[in-house]
């Protein structure tokens, strides 16, 4: 028997039996068909039709053809259809007509095409008419037929149909579409059909199967048009899912006043709010409402014009969201008081109502809390941590247009008026972009992707330019009415203030505002966002259960806690405010930096004995102690990892080339003073320069050469600690020595911190706990971790250096010279400094876990470089048995939702042991 290419709606059963599950059905009949094949089985009113497989489309896109026996069993479903209608497809005395619409896995809307009307020709055209007695519809039903045969089968510029449909107007002195008579539709089918043939150079195929089959082809050739290509490329869609398509009965929306069409989502996909939101058109069909084309009705206006039909939707819409277990996004048409609903899918949303919906549903208990914790993704939460325009200039500023607040978020950018320029502008020139049109179309959204945000001025919150605004976390505001676009002069203006295209605006998303100029932006503050607070709360919990992970002794233990990077008290509470449970990288060296300190380091770098050195160095030590003192304060009762001095010397000094024109300026002009103590300095810092300073006097090396600066150091730390402590705080100092290579330099350096640190504790006299640990960011250090565990009772890796080290790339210039076109070429999969090389940097990482827990059972273990906050990152520091990850403030948040994911992802699995 050939292969089963086509599904009956009523097939659905068969569908789940063959693809084994229902993720499988959606990729077999993609989500539309599965959709409307899913709502026939519950019951729901759906016009009857059937669905070919994107296994047909695959097979179409290998050989130009259909595959063997697809066709014949289209014609068989059909007749299915034909006896469920009991209409006949071609029969002028009782026609059937259909859509024919494309429909992948995942949804992707407007990307491909949509045939409508499918069945119309003269003849049929004599016999509906009859049959409706509505003359004015069936003709303009044609004419759409024919416009959407010649743009989308064959691509044909659509101005060859809508100029003469303006001129028509033009010459009748009409306004509206809805102007227009039957016989004034019936004169432009003449029109249109003429011009179909003078551009395709054939007749509009009369044969309803030949349209049919060319429908069908169209949409399976549309999956790789460059609409839908873009689209796939930026929503990591593959390829290779082809899409379906779905063979549909026609339902008019169009037949007078108890018709209508609409589209809605079962909650508000901009807030979250639970209340369905949508809009209709009564005596509409197809594409007008979600075109923006034509002002809508709300949908809670529905319950005045037809309370049967409403309260029928509401029921339906409510049992969906039930059963699919989360807010759809329904498509629907009243035909003569019917009500047929033809599309139901989870909807898009924006990243704030992404978390709302699901802690609500959570809280509703229609989902659990890990189901809630899984639904949203890192992505989403840097989003709702994206900056947002500051209050204080918002009061300042003059709006100067305001429309619907389709997506939240700030956008500062240049106005550009078409996608294309704006796409451009952005790539080529790097210039921020906000895309301004009338209304956006499919075929914009490589510019709307591009740019920073998107303004209309015209449509509502489902229009198109607001949901693919949405979907991919692009500030949006559409219908700004007031807004008059002159597209040809490429100037836009309101009451006589104009901006000219390339000037400066910026769009509010969250409140549908618009600026002339650039307003400044801050970063939105994590304590408002209650529900994300939430859902970060159920994060934790998850990734603290006990039995996450097995220990490779049989042991158990939770998941990865987030720890952060920060080096000052601020960054500190910023930290715990974020959710951080511990301090894994401070930078002490970055103290030395400020304005007042610099010269004293300087100082101190310069002096010739080592009595100068601790002169300056106790001159730091007061300024040093403050600082740990602020770190422990913030981080009471979490540990707090201070990192000794690790960067080279000359990082500390004037530039050298600077200095050495200052020198050889002064020698011109015969200036004497203070030449000499530059050209002190000038040798000095020549005296400093290595070759290669990454890979030369710096971390533990400088320690052991330079041991005082690090002895001020070790004294700063405990001295702050004993003195949080003696003020009732609980510190947990750890001291990481930067660097190490070989055990022999913890041996060198270790004891004698450790002896300061206790002396201190007894001048003190305050106890507590503390470790001494060290950094593995060198090959070697990885490879002899089990000696290094010896004396140190921490490891954190710092991968930065890792990476850099491991590959033998620059950190400071890969990306510039190759690194990018290493990645586009496919050399290397991701950029190793955003994302750990498992295979390589990742090996090393799992060896010095397994080794250096060999010495010591308990080590704690972290990582403290960039890929601490990249959720790919996390999932290998979970797999291979981190204690922590530990990232930049603002990056805690994601990166505890990414942990629990991957705690939920490997729920009580083995910890990798070395291969
Ligand atoms: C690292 O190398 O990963 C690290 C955290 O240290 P730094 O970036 O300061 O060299
Ligand atoms: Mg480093």
Redesign the pocket.
Known sequence: MAKKWVYPFEEVDQAEKYAGSWDGVRGLLGGKGSGLADMTRAGVPVPPGFTVTTEACNEFRKTGKFPPGMWDQMLEALKVVEQKTGKKFGDPENPLLVSCRSGAKFSMPGMMNTILNIGLNDAVVQGMIKLTNNPRFVWDAYRRLVDMFGTTVFGVDDEIFAQPLTDYKARKGYKLDTDMTADDWKALVGTFKQAYKKTIGEDFPQDVYKQMELATKAVFESWMGKRAIDYRRATNISDDLGTAVNIVTMVFGNMGDDSGTGVAFTRNPSTGDKKMMGEYLMNAQGEDVVAGIRNTQQIDELVKNMPQVYNQFMDITSKLEQHYKDMQDVEFTIERGKLWMLQTRNGKRTAKSTVKIAVDMANEGLITKEEAVLRVTPEVVDALLHPQFDENAKKDAVVYAKGVNASPGAAVGQAYFDADTAEKMAKENKQATIMVRPFTKPDDVHGMIASQGVLTSEGGATSHAAVVARQFGIPCVVGASMIKIDLENRIMEVNGTSVKEGEWISVDGTTGQVYVGKLPTSAPSLEEQTDLLTLLTWADEITARKEIRTLPDGRKAPGVQVWANADYPKDARRARSYGAKGIG?C?TEHMFFETERLPIVQKMILAETSEERTKQLNLLLPTQRKDFDGLFEAMDGYPVIIRLI?PPLHEFMPDEEKLLEEVIEMRVKGETRGLQEKENLLATIKGLHESNPMMGLRGVRLSIVMPEIVEMQVRGIFEAAADCHLRGIVVHPEVMIPLTGTVKELEWIQPRLVRIAKAVMEEKKATFTYKFGTMI?IPRAAVTAGELAKLAEFFSF????LTQMTFGYSRDDAERNFLITYVAEGILPKNPFQTIDREGVGRLMQMAVNEGRQTRPDLEVGI??EHGGDPDSIEWCHMIGNNYVSCSPFRVPIARLAAAHVALKYAGQKILEDK
Do not use: I, K, S
Request: hydrophobic share 10%; aromatic share 0%; proline share 0%.
């Open positions: 990288l930078r690790d960011e710092g991968t930065n250096d403290c470089g």
